[in-house]
């Protein structure tokens, strides 16, 4: 859900931190917290539904411990399916440059190369990375017109980051898009600040400073960083996290990537540990940004990947059927629809305790009193598209934000529990 929304996203006392390049350390003795991630993200490869996550495949790839036979059929079903669906849009003109470039990301964690990955659009075959480079140029030509990219600037980092790591130079114009949008702290999804997205750009900046081709702007490139790095540990809350649970992830991850020493590292790692062991971690994507974190890992890590005697030995257990007791207890949710005109209705439905919110709004939807919904797919999962008949499209710039009781949801439909009676408001939202 996450991708769509943004996948659909102080000043310079940071630079001493840049320059002595100290990667995060943590103590060696959670290897098997560690492992525990990576067997339910493999695992999770057999359950997957829809298109092959490139994320799942690109933190597999990171980690210390592989099953490369699996690892290896996860890429041929990205070469596939998801090459297919990435060859379709660019056929019909449209912006994908964050799976885009998710997709060379994951194609070069396993060391593939990426120059004979191939695109066809009106009868023209060009690589991976020319598509991509295309890509990102009308992303910032649209930015010199709009102020904005066409997609957003999560995915215009993911697009830096990919280009960069995969050996191309990135153009300055591109580039300095980038600063400029770090600078005056534009990386906002509504009027919240975007952790992941200052966190995604401080990855592709960082892998930029370390190529050395941004000379021009040296001085600029390091503020804007040191800027990210306040930004990312402003934000810091009390318990450790980054801006929320699942943000912390991809923002130690750029913290690792642009050297931050061991004191600002600790308590986000162990906040991330707390919740791998409560189990808070069931969704795919959140344990793809996480565990390459926990193993002190970052996506810049793909540059110097190169795939030689990789450990082998990541094997799954057969695991015992879960029984699916009866659900007796039933809790009232009163859904409110706040339409795009300020417009509100408002409805209510009993759920059994622990429904999701996807299975609350299908209840509500059987009920026929004139709440529908549709919904779409993504890497996060499925994401609210449609309500009442009015759409939230990332082309108009709008998004359907989820809160209960007032509080914005941080997780999907699919995986955010009904436990206890509460509103939950579905605002038609422009970011």
């Not at 099953?67 to 290896?72: I, T």
């Not at 913290?255 to 162990?270: I, K, R």
């Not at 059994?352 to 299908?362: D, V």
């Not at 082309?395 to 995986?415: F, K, N, Q």
Request: aromatic share 6%; proline share 3%; hydrophobic share 40%.
């Amino acid at each position: 859900m996450r991708l769509h929304r943004m996948l659909s996203l102080v000043i310079v006392a940071g630079l001493l931190a840049f320059a002595s390049g100290k990667p995060c350390e943590t103590q060696t003795s959670n290897s098997e917290l560690h492992m525990s991630l990576n067997k339910n993200l493999l695992r999770s490869l057999e359950t997957q539904e829809g298109l092959p996550n490139p994320s799942v495949h690109l933190a597999l790839r990171l980690s210390n411990f592989h099953n490369l036979a699996k690892e290896s059929e996860h890429l041929n079903k990205l070469k596939n399916d998801l090459h297919n669906d990435i060859q379709s849009s660019l056929s019909n003109s449209q912006s994908v440059v964050g799976l885009l470039s998710l997709y060379t990301l994951a194609l070069k964690s396993s060391c593939y190369d990426l120059n004979t990955v191939t695109f066809t659009v009106s009868e023209r075959s060009e690589t991976l990375l020319t598509h991509l480079k295309k890509q990102m140029e009308q992303e910032k030509e649209h930015i010199a017109f709009s102020h904005r990219p066409l997609t957003n600037y999560y995915q215009y980092s993911l697009g830096v980051l990919a280009l960069c790591v995969s050996g191309i130079r990135v153009n300055h114009h591109v580039s300095n898009k980038l600063i400029k949008a770090a600078e005056h702290e534009q990386f906002k999804q509504g009027d919240t600040e975007s952790t992941d997205t200052y966190a995604m750009a401080g990855m592709a900046l960082q892998c930029v400073k370390d190529a050395g081709s941004h000379v021009q702007n040296a001085a600029e490139l390091d503020t804007a960083l040191s800027k990210i790095q306040q930004k990312l540990l402003a934000s810091r809350r009390n318990d450790g996290h980054i801006g929320n649970e699942f943000s912390t992830g991809l923002a130690v991850q750029a913290l690792l990537a642009m050297g931050s020493p061991v004191t600002e590292c600790a308590a986000s790692m162990e906040a991330m540990r707390t919740d791998a062991r409560n189990n808070r971690y069931h969704n795919a994507m959140a344990i793809s940004q996480v565990l390459p974190a926990l193993q002190q890992k970052s996506y810049l890590t793909v540059k110097s990947k190169e795939c030689l005697n990789e450990d082998d030995t990541l094997v799954l257990e057969p695991i015992d059927p879960v029984v699916v007791l009866p659900r007796k207890t039933k809790v009232t949710v009163t859904v409110e629809v706040v339409t795009s005109s300020g417009a509100a209705a408002l409805y209510s439905v009993e759920v059994p305790k622990g429904s999701s919110l996807l299975e609350a709004l299908e209840l509500l939807k059987m009920k026929n009193v004139g709440f529908t919904f549709d919904k779409e797919s993504s890497l996060w999962g499925p994401f609210l598209s449609v309500v009442n008949g009015e759409q939230a499209r990332q082309s108009d710039r709008r998004y359907w934000h989820l809160s209960s009781d007032g509080t914005a949801l941080s997780e999907g439909i699919t995986d955010f529990k009904i436990d206890a009676a509460q509103k939950i408001t579905l605002k038609n939202t422009i970011y």
